[in-house]
């Protein structure tokens, strides 16, 4: 062998030698990036998923917004409604196509890069990032002069809630119970049926969108969309501040946005709450352009964003009643011109939100199931259970006086988050209201500005003290959050102005500010320690797994799923007192309402009655959680027949610590 020949085998011997030696090692030492490769492709794919969902929202919305107003969807603030109009256009695409049963993933992510590649081709891409980047410059330039504790606490508060996007929805009791799971059963059932279950029938634009995020295997994308219509509806009261009043209105109206725990905790859940918020906004902005300008195309617009709220819930009837009575008072003068605005905006309004009633009234025979009218699986007991009706505070006169320390409190909530609004609310509502006692003094645009927020926020709050006086599960202070984000402009109006009461004695706004920084430094030092607790960072790098997140921090629901999982594959499973169902992997009736034992009571008189009647619907087993039974008819006489009835019934499983039980239905009961 000649030297060359020797040097050859030599280099190969080399290489060799040292890859044999790497490869030893981690075989040995398994490196942790491997083991976590897996959740954070997962985790790089879904945000994949809610930028290319996010790009074709924009460019869609602008189109929309160009195609009715050319003018007005080049201006600052079109970007956001834009946004926020084009993920309404995808939640209705969304829907159908669970309607004729496309669902798969390919066919989804077809859908969507075709989109993409034809928005761009049209140049509304383009346009949508040099509107986003001229917006964010624009903003940042006019806030070098803003409190530096204000940027940090924004910029805080916005951070972590992002973070937070990226937990598993298992802490999101609605998602749980029909905001994930109704989209779910679309790509399970590959179509609609009609499920026994109220909630799923609520209008479903938001479960249109979250589709497209479960339907391209990123379920974290429905949260970061949720997130996506928060930080909307925040930079649009921030644009509609300042356009009116100033930057420094703007940053105070910020400032308070970022002072309510709830609302930063809700919008890193794949919830509805911002995206109602969202459209009231809108609705309310284009109103008062509208009215200012006088520009009935903004009218239009405004018209189709209530038309979407219309799709989000169907407590928007209050934003559609608000909007009429607007309407009718600025155009109070001219009778006729007032009837044409109005028959306008609601046609426009009804004909945008038109399709979840209609699908309701084909699937369960009432459009607003199951309100008013009843429909399938309903009847005047489910209806009464339902309702709760005369569970709540009644005409007692001090407690409606005390509902702005009550809200504030949080004493009364159904859940803690709920009611979890934050102190400025309250602190600043007599300032709020000298602002709309002076709104004569204002200029022609800050007063409708004024006028619009002040009808809204009345309906709204009436609406929701309708609510609190008749029934106990209508507590909660996020029914609120559509009528508070808007009346954080008037609020941050009185605050921006609060040197007006500086004496030399007493510096009021010095004292007051000071106040407010030293609360919400509180606030976010808390939502930061929450935050590193649940630890985001872990679970998107994959570090702290899916399960183990969901079992420290939902136990019970946990273990739920896993004895479901032990059931066969075509296994049909009837559930007793819980109401979530998301993740389960088999055929289940939830039980939405806590009331599926003592309906079935109601129907069929006793236990043998109830269990022949599973068994002749196809139910082979029975998911029982103890404590939701304790709830729902603990010292209850329905309580004694409950216990019969297990009894006739087989143990299959327990959880560790017996909160869940599976029972299997004989055969031949």
Known sequence: MNNRSLTASLRWAIVFWVGISITIYFIAHKPLALLVLDQLGSTLWSVFVTALLCANAFSLGRLTLRKIHPVFSSAPESILIAGGIGLGELGIVGFGLAYVGIAQLYALLAIQIILLIGLTWLGETNECLYQIRAFVTKSVDLSLSAPKWMKVAAGTALTLTFLRTFLPPFEAFDALLYH??????????????AYDVPHYWFPGLVEGVYFWALGLNAEIASQQIHFLWGVLSILLVWQWAYKLWGVDTAWWAITILASMPSLLLLSSWAYTDMALSFYGLALLFCL???????????????????????????????????????????????????????????????????????????????????????????????????SGAGTGSGWDIMALLSLPITITLGSQDINQFDGNIGPLFLACLPLALIVFYRAAQASASQRAALECIGLYGLFGLSFWILGYVSTKSLWQARLLLPALIPFAIPSAVGLATLDKFDAKSLRVSFIVTMLIAAMLAVNLFDMTLGTI?????????????????????????????????????DASIYSLFEPRSYGAQR????????????????????????????????????LVYTAGSELAIGNNPDEVQLEKTLQLMRIVAESPHGDYVLYQIPEGE
Not at 180 to 193: M, S, T, V
Not at 534 to 541: E, F, K, S, V
């Open 533 to 569: 607790a649940r630890n985001p960072l872990g679970i998107l790098t994959g570090i702290v797994s899916k399960d183990n997140y969901f079992e420290r921090y939902q136990p019970g629901y946990f273990h739920a799923l896993k004895l479901i999982e032990q059931t066969p594959t």
């Open 288 to 386: 008062q352009e509208g009215y200012s300008k006088q520009d009935p195309r903004l009218w239009v617009i405004g018209a189709i964003a209530a038309g979407m709220s219309m799709g989000v819930k169907y407590t928007s009837v209050v934003m559609l009643i608000s909007a009429v009575v607007t309407i009718a008072y600025w155009k109070r003068r001219n009778i006729t011109e007032a009837m044409r605005a109005i028959a306008q905006f609601s046609l426009v309004s009804l004909i945008t939100g038109a399709i979840w009633y209609l699908r309701n009234w084909v699937w369960m025979g009432n459009p607003f199931y199951p309100f008013v009218f009843g429909g399938k699986y309903w009847d005047s007991f489910r209806a009464a259970a339902f």
């Open 180 to 193: 994930l799971r109704a989209p779910e059963l679309w790509i399970r059932d590959a179509g609609i049926q």
């Open 587 to 622: 055929k289940i009736q939830p039980d939405p309402i806590l009331d599926n034992f003592s309906h079935d009571l109601y129907l069929y008189k006793s236990p043998g009655g109830i269990l022949a009647a599973w068994l002749k619907q196809g139910y082979t087993h029975v």
